[in-house]
């Protein structure tokens, strides 16, 4: 039984020969990735330490990176990119939909609590 | 009777014998499971993110506390043992879609040798995982905590390449030992039903004692200033918060106190990292039962490799997890 793999990333950007081409060019992508992260991460350039939307411009860099990181493994070595789009959406929709939905919850609380703990008559220096 | 229903002939919609989504039963039941699993951790690391942003301007700064390299003592090298074992990760990944690809091919030598890699992978893992934990629990400068349970740590400045640079100092180089009050008390030397947790190697006066001796040492708090540095108290502020708000001292960490900063820090990091190293280790013992399933030919004399795909989905989403665990608790 030998499956059709779409060998094909960045949309057809960039094309391989087999599927285990396919495999190394993915792990060279992530490891790219990985090292950009660490680099940043320990040399933390000044310049990126201004804050936008309420987070440190690195932080968001870190984030969307990681996010990054994520679609590849799912759709290259999870062979997500293979399935059917029923599949797909069944399985992507549904946890994307239900973690950002606790993710805003959880944070948009945990931010009051901040104010509440800072703005009220609470002592906590001691 | 001509309304019953044939199935497995024409393709009925919903006469039965109809994959609309081309996947195996197995295979389906494993990616709902990778489903409900990723809520379970979201959630993890959704109430670490809430805690994070309750205590947003005290949080421990994660380059200060993972400084560690197995073999390489008393030198800061923040990041870099963690890459190690995010690499390891990926790579017995990688190792383990070969595998799933040597499996479609009906290739059992290269199966073999992908999932032994991939078990290799999985246990050094594990292993780094373990070490960074004892490296943890164990701590490296200790702290003092203080009735509201903060953590005040010290040190000093010291010239580095012409800047004025602060560099920790341990407890233990600077306290003054003094007479021990007491010893632990335990169930064979008191009262046989009463026992208590170890206590710490020195004791508040102490280390006020040794505070008072050295005029160079200071105190830092959790407080994170606007340079995104902890703050430091200059040197009659930090004989007083250690004098009037020390309680005990703190060595390494456990679920109740850390020498890095708040609880929550130190327990957050054990039940996340210690649910994804529970997963690993599960990982790598469905791989080890594969793998056996792989030499003794089961899959060679079934047709079919799927086994090792679905085991392959959750090892990738092992990893997946670890890909998230390592951005929120080591890079942001």
Known sequence: MVHAHKLEIFRG???????????????????????VEVVLGIYKPASLMNVVLGMKLLNWIFIILTIVKAYYITWDFMHMRDETPGLRRAVVWTAVFLISYLIFILLQEGGYVFDVYSDEYIKRDF | MDTSVVTGTQEKVWGGG?????????????????????????????????????????????????????????????????????????????????????????????????????????????????????TFIKGDYGAVQTKGGNILQFGEYVDKDGEQVFKRVSVADFAIVGEKERVQDNRKSGIWYRSESTIPNYNVDEVYAGLEANSNILVRTQIINEEGEKTVLSREESLKSIKENGKTVVEGANLVANEYGTALFADFFFFITGFHGFHVLSGVLLNIIIFFNVILGTYERRGSYEMVEKVGLYWHFVDLVWVFVFTFFYLV
């Open chain 1, 13 to 35: 950007l960039i094309k391989f020969k087999s599927n285990t081409q396919k495999i190394w060019g993915v792990l060279i992508l992530l490891s790219i990735v990985t090292a």
């Open chain 2, 18 to 134: 109809n994959e609309p989504l081309k996947a195996s039963y197995g295979k389906l039941m494993m990616w709902f499971f990778i489903v409900s699993d990723a809520l379970t951790f979201s959630g993890f690391l959704a109430a670490y993110g809430f805690s994070r942003f309750k205590f947003i301007d005290s949080w421990p700064i994660a380059d200060e506390v993972f400084t560690h390299v197995p073999f390489l003592h008393g030198q800061e090298l923040p990041m870099i043992y963690v890459a190690f074992m995010t690499f390891i990760l990926i790579m017995s990944s990688v190792t383990m879609v070969l595998a799933v690809d040597a499996g479609h091919n009906m290739n059992k030598t290269k199966v073999t040798w992908y999932m032994f890699l991939t078990i290799i992978g999985g246990v050094i893992f594990v292993g780094s995982q373990a070490w960074e934990w004892a």
